[in-house]
């Protein structure tokens, strides 16, 4: 009985704890105010813009080449002979000047080639004359014994010796050929430069024996240089290149930069014409960039460097410059209007050129154009400004000053 007596007790206190425990959990609940309703705060998304400078803009054709010489030859003997004498500015990167002697054969045998070719004609000469004076006789003694008659006033051919005067004057002729050839060869012992230049390699020394035909030196000329841009058609649309996009005149001009020893280096140059063919197997146009005068100044535009190439094309009205990322698909950009909704804008896009668009016709003076990307935009949504980025600029100030 005592036991039983227990668990009614116990029964009875969780009994009672659980009564309370969900009288006390109503009553909170019936003293818990309702929830206010709040409405979601919409934020704007965050952009960067940066404001149209529409205006005239210089055409910039962009690319890069290998220097080549305008003139590269070989010089080879044209006689046999001994070297004699080698210039001292026959040396590879050796530089000289036209009509320079770069080396010299023994000219001895020939001097004396000429002295004899000069005798023989002197001998042709007096048996020219003999002839003449023994046909003259041979007139004088036909007239003399009346051997003239009716129309045959003059001799026949042999006795007027004819055929000995025409043997003499050829005999003439060919003495005096020799003694042109010989004297060629003389100045042939002396082998000069063609034009102003550099030598790439020399192939001689004093006391080398040289046939015909033996090289001496290869050289090239450094009047001019010459880059070959290769380029795009449509790039062509905005340049001058005579023969190919011209009739006549000149060419566009060109910046050709590079560096070299430490130092930014520019020269100046023209487009002068287009190889004959393109590029088969990249389908470009290669465009030739001359510059006159490349060894002018220290360093010089030399021969072998790789370079950029900046071709100044036509000039182009009201048009606006804007970074390629500000176009979106199909020509769209978007605009920030002064109510700070963004706007869609449909483009004409001329051309593209390293990571730039231009526009044309440009966008209105000082327009807001959005150079960020949105996940998802509408047209007249509203958005934020973050910060606006420098204009965007046409590149013609810097086009003309590397005109000038």
Not at 53 to 62: L, Y
Not at 289 to 317: C, D, Q, S, W
């Amino acid at each position: 009985m005592k036991i039983k007596s227990k668990r009614g007790l116990h029964v009875t206190i969780a009994a009672g704890c659980l009564i309370l425990g969900v009288l006390g959990m109503i009553g909170l609940i019936a003293a818990q105010k309702p929830l206010a309703e709040k409405p979601p705060e919409v934020v704007a998304p965050l952009v960067l813009v940066q404001k149209a400078n529409t205006g005239p803009h210089r055409a910039v054709v962009e690319g890069q080449g290998t220097v080549a010489a305008l003139r590269k030859s070989t010089l080879a003997a044209e006689i046999i002979g001994t070297v004699e004498r080698v210039s001292p500015n026959l040396l590879p990167g050796g530089m000289f000047k036209r009509g320079e002697v770069l080396a010299a054969i023994e000219p001895e045998d020939y001097r004396l080639d000429v002295i004899l070719r000069q005798n023989e004609v002197e001998q042709a000469q007096k048996n020219l004359q003999l002839a003449h004076e023994e046909a003259s006789v041979a007139r004088e003694e036909w007239k003399r014994l009346g051997l003239a008659k009716g129309d045959q006033q003059e001799p026949p051919p042999l006795v007027a010796k004819t055929p000995h005067l025409e043997a003499a004057q050829a005999a003439l002729d060919a003495a005096q050929a020799n003694l042109r050839k010989a004297r060629l060869n003389l100045e042939r012992t002396a082998i000069r430069a063609p034009f102003d230049g550099r030598v790439v390699t020399k192939n001689v020394d004093v006391g080398q024996y040289l046939a015909k035909g033996n090289p001496v030196a290869t050289i090239f000329s450094t009047e001019a240089a010459e880059i070959t841009v290769n380029l795009d058609d449509a790039e062509l649309a905005w340049i001058d290149v005579p023969g190919l996009t011209t009739k006549g005149g000149q060419g566009s001009p060109a910046r050709i930069t590079t560096d070299f020893g430490g130092r930014r280096m520019e020269w100046q140059g023209r487009v002068v014409r287009a190889e004959g063919e393109l590029d088969p197997r990249t389908r470009m146009v290669p465009v030739v960039v001359r510059v006159e005068k490349p060894y002018a100044h220290t360093p010089p535009l030399a021969v072998g460097m790789f370079v950029n190439v900046e071709i100044l094309g036509r000039m182009m009205e009201n048009v606006t410059v804007t970074p390629r990322g500000a176009v979106r698909e199909g020509g769209v950009l978007w605009l920030v209007d002064d109510q700070g909704r963004l706007r869609f804008h449909k483009a004409r896009v001329a051309r593209y050129f390293a990571d730039k668009a231009v526009l044309s016709p440009g966008l209105p003076q000082g327009a807001a154009m959005v150079t960020s990307k949105l996940g998802v935009v509408s047209d007249g949504m509203i958005v934020r400004v973050a910060a606006q980025g420098p204009k965007a600029a046409p590149a013609a100030p810097a086009a003309e000053k590397a005109h000038e």
